[in-house]
Structures are given as structure tokens and as C-alpha cells.
């Protein structure tokens, strides 16, 4: 049996691509190694019992104080004798790592021990790791084009995996044509939920008739009992959920998201074709999150709204243009399933399939 392990930790923008490939693989007959950290979301995301998870240490870099910094260099030089006795013990025929700090030891000894390996950015900026990561790799997939600022023939872009059950949710034209003058709006702030769009959607909404709106709003866990009096107190009608894991139904219900702009978030959207209000975390590394929105604004396929003083009005005064042009927000959904290749899980697998065969050939 063919083994392919795979390098991912930390948040959901790098665990949950890694997941929906890593099924895809499983699916094909492959066994799966999934290398991760004791404290990664990946601990509680995975639950395919087919995937053996196991430890290495690491930890960030950028942004750390002294002390952490030095924590950081000694579980990198740690973490490389790790990864050189799980990849001896298993012996891979590729190696898949989706940036994060505990992608760089994975890269680092497979390019050593010469076992295939190719990486995937989800952001329009790559991180640190696949900055590295990006010279030792055999292949680069991007989600977003020209997050490497290079022009190489070793880049593909392929967009982000998202999950399979996002395939069942209705279709653009299902949702538009429906519901004039009306919104389902869900907001959502990201998996720890959002305290600025906690405290201003619920005023912003505030500003129009409640018969033109029908809200959910994810705001995180400890976060629900205020939400739901500051919706009460403006008289707004709003299901309020601390989680979800049913991600896919909530985005079939709603005919306007209005979230940040993470790549698995946008991803999703763009699976299915939902209008949406990007609000930007603006202290992401690097301001990625800015540049994933800015990219979609750019080919007209969502709206991008800063984190400022003026974002109330700014708001108001989009959700009031949306609900009565609901063709803007048929353009908006029509275009943002054209910004990411199709079905990414596929375009990755073959690709990657094709590669590995030829590079054990060449060995």
C-alpha cells in the first residue's frame, strides 16, 4: 500500500484543505500519515479513524517575543529528527505540506532523503514556511495566483479544497431569483467568532425594516448571551450560534455572507456561489487577509469592507444599494465561482498522482 503523509497544523486554514485531500486520497486506496502538532485543531477535526496522526514539535516564528523565538529554533532542530524517523518508519511515495511551522522540518528532510514532495499556499501572500518550503518543493499549488510573485513552471494554480458535502448546496440560480427585497444574511467571524463584527452588525442592521432581513450570526464560544441581547435590544429577529459544524447548510440557507477573509471561508463560497461582504482581519500575518479579499473585489466577485471608524455607514449604505439591486448580488455569486479553478481536490490528486509516478520512476 502506498503512503502519503501529510504536514499540517495549527488553524482551520491549513488543517481543513489538508483534510478534505487527505479523504481524497483515502478514497483512491492510499494510506494516510498525517503529521501535526499535540496542540493543532487538527486533533479535533481529524476523525477518520484511516489516518494516523502523529507528533512533532514546532511553533511560530514571526510576532513571538525573545523567549519564544528561541523555542522556536530549538523545536525546529527537533522537529527534523522527528520527521527523519516517521518518514524512515513509513517510507512515503509523497510528501503534501500545507505551510505552518510544522511544514518546514517535513520539507526539509524529504528533500534530503529525496522522497517527492510538493506544498499548497491557501493565501493571496505565502506564509514564511512556504517561503522556504517553496525552493526545496518538486510542486507549488496556490489557491490564489501569483502568491509567490514568481513566474515558474514548477507553480500551478489550483485553488483551495474545500469539502464534498459543499457540492449539494443549491445553486445561484436557486437562491436569487427567489427572494426580492429580502436577505438571509449570515455573519460570521472566523472559528473563534469576531468581537468588532459582534459588536457593530447588530447596530448596522438595526438601520433597516426587519421584514427585509432574516439573520444567523456565528459569534464564537463564551460570545452568545451578549449577541443575542444586543439583537434584542435593536428588535431584530436573529439566530444567534456560538459553532457550527454544519458550515454547508447555513451557507445553502443565506443569499448574503458577511465574514472575514480567510481562504477556506472565501473557498467555500466560491464552491457554491454565495454573494458576499468581505471584512478583513487586519492584523493577519502579513495583511493577507486584505490581499484573499482584494483579489476577489478585483474580478468583481465580492465586496470589500475595512475594519475602520467608518465601517457602520459604509455598511449600511452597501446592504441598502444590495437589497435593491438583487441582480448585483446574482453577478456577485456568478462571479465569484469563476475565480478559483474547479474542483480543486481533483485537479490536485491527478496532478500530484501524475508527478509521483514519474518521479519514482526517475529514482
Given amino acids: 500500500m502506498k503512503k502519503v503523509v501529510i504536514f499540517s497544523s495549527g488553524t482551520g ?77 513509513h517510507c512515503p511515495c509523497l510528501i503534501i505540506a500545507f505551510g505552518g511551522y510544522v511544514s518546514l522540518s517535513g520539507i526539509l528532510v524529504s528533500f534530503v532523503m529525496r522522497i517527492p514532495r510538493i506544498i499548497h499556499e491557501q493565501n493571496a501572500i505565502a506564509g514564511t514556511a512556504n517561503k522556504i518550503n517553496y525552493f526545496l518543493s518538486n510542486r507549488v499549488y496556490e489557491t490564489f495566483p501569483g502568491s509567490f510573485k514568481s ?43 469576531s468581537s468588532f463584527l459582534n459588536t457593530t452588525i447588530p447596530f448596522a442592521l438595526s438601520h433597516f425594516p426587519t421584514q427585509n432581513l432574516a439573520v444567523k450570526h456565528i459569534c464564537g464560544h ?9 439583537y434584542i435590544e435593536y428588535n431584530l429577529d436573529a439566530e444567534v450560534l456560538e459553532y457550527s459544524d454544519n458550515i454547508d447548510e447555513l451557507f445553502n440557507w443565506a443569499s448574503l455572507v458577511v465574514c472575514r477573509s ?16 468581505l471584512i478583513p482581519f487586519p492584523y493577519a ?11 476577489l473585489s478585483n474580478n468583481s466577485a465580492a465586496i470589500t469592507l475595512k475594519q475602520s471608524d467608518d465601517f ?28 478559483f479553478p474547479a474542483d480543486p481536490r481533483k485537479i490536485i490528486f491527478n496532478d500530484s498522482l501524475n508527478y509521483m509516478i514519474d518521479k519514482n520512476e526517475n529514482n
Wanted: aromatic share 10%.
Fill in 151 to 193: 513566474l515558474n513552471n514548477k507553480i500551478l494554480h489550483t485553488g483551495n479544497p474545500v469539502r464534498s458535502s459543499f457540492q449539494k448546496c443549491r445553486q445561484p440560480e436557486e437562491i436569487y431569483l427567489e427572494n426580492q427585497f429580502h436577505l438571509k444574511i449570515l455573519v460570521m467571524g472566523g472559528s473563534l467568532g
Fill in 285 to 295: 500575518t502579513d495583511d493577507h487577509q486584505y490581499k484573499n479579499a482584494e483579489y
Fill in 312 to 339: 457602520i455607514e459604509n455598511f449600511v449604505t452597501t446592504l441598502n444599494f444590495l437589497l435593491i439591486n438583487d441582480k448585483r448580488l446574482y453577478a456577485l455569486a456568478q462571479n465569484i465561482k469563476k475565480v
Fill in 13 to 89: 486554514g491549513h488543517v481543513y484543505p489538508a483534510y478534505t485531500l487527505a479523504e481524497k486520497y483515502l478514497s483512491e486506496g492510499y494510506d494516510i500519515i498525517w503529521v501535526g502538532t499535540t496542540h493543532g485543531l487538527e486533533n479535533k477535526v481529524v476523525k477518520n479513524k484511516k489516518i494516523q496522526i502523529e507528533h512533532i514539535h514546532a511553533s511560530g516564528f514571526r510576532g513571538k517575543n525573545f523567549l519564544e523565538k528561541i523555542k522556536s529554533i530549538f523545536y525546529l532542530g527537533y522537529s527534523l529528527y522527528e520527521s527523519f524517523k516517521i518518514l524512515r518508519n
Fill in 222 to 230: 463564551g460570545k452568545l448571551s451578549n449577541l443575542q441581547k444586543k
Fill in 262 to 277: 480567510g481562504s477556506t471561508t472565501i473557498s467555500e463560497l466560491a464552491s457554491i456561489g454565495r454573494a458576499c461582504v
